[in-house]
C-alpha cells in the first residue's frame, strides 16, 4: 500500500517531530511517500533547490499513485488543505487532529462526509485509530 502522509510544511513546523513518529507508525501499513514531511531540518520556508512548480508536480504524481492519504491537520496548512481536497474525490482519507489550545478543525474539513476525521492527544491514541481505518481494506 502506498500512503501520502500529508503535514504542515511552510504553515508552521511545530509538529515536525510528531510527524516523525506519525510516518514510523505508517510504515507498519505501507511505504510513505511523503517522508520528507517529517525532515527535522525542514523550516516553514519549505524545502531548498526545487520551484514551487516542481515540488507541485511531484506531490501531485506521489498524491495520484497513492491508495490512501493519512494527515495531521492540527497546525493548519493551505498546502494540505489542497491536498485534501484533491484526494478526498481520488481515495480514502484519514485526518488526525489534537483539539487542544482553544483550536477549531476547519468545517470544510469537519463536513466533509468523504474524509474521516479522528481526534486524537497522544502517538499511542494513533495505533488503533490506523488500524481501524487499515483494516477496511485489508477486509475488502
Known sequence: MKIYFAGSIRGGRDDKYLYLQ??????????????????PSLTSWGEDGPTDKAIYERDMD??????????????PSLGVGYELAKAETLMPVLCLFRPENGKRLSAMIGG????????????????????????TFSAE
Do not use: C, M
Not at 492519504?69 to 497546525?75: I, M, P
Not at 476525521?117 to 487499515?134: A, S, T, W
Open 62 to 75: 506521489w498524491l495520484r499513485s497513492a491508495d490512501v492519504l493519512v494527515a495531521e491537520v492540527t497546525t
Open 22 to 39: 506519525i510516518i514510523h507508525l505508517l510504515t507498519g501499513y505501507g511505504t510513505v511517500l511523503t517522508e520528507h514531511v517529517a525532515d
Open 112 to 135: 466533509s462526509e468523504k474524509i474521516s476525521v479522528k481526534n486524537y492527544q497522544d502517538l499511542e491514541e494513533l495505533r488503533p485509530i490506523f488500524k481501524d481505518f487499515f483494516d
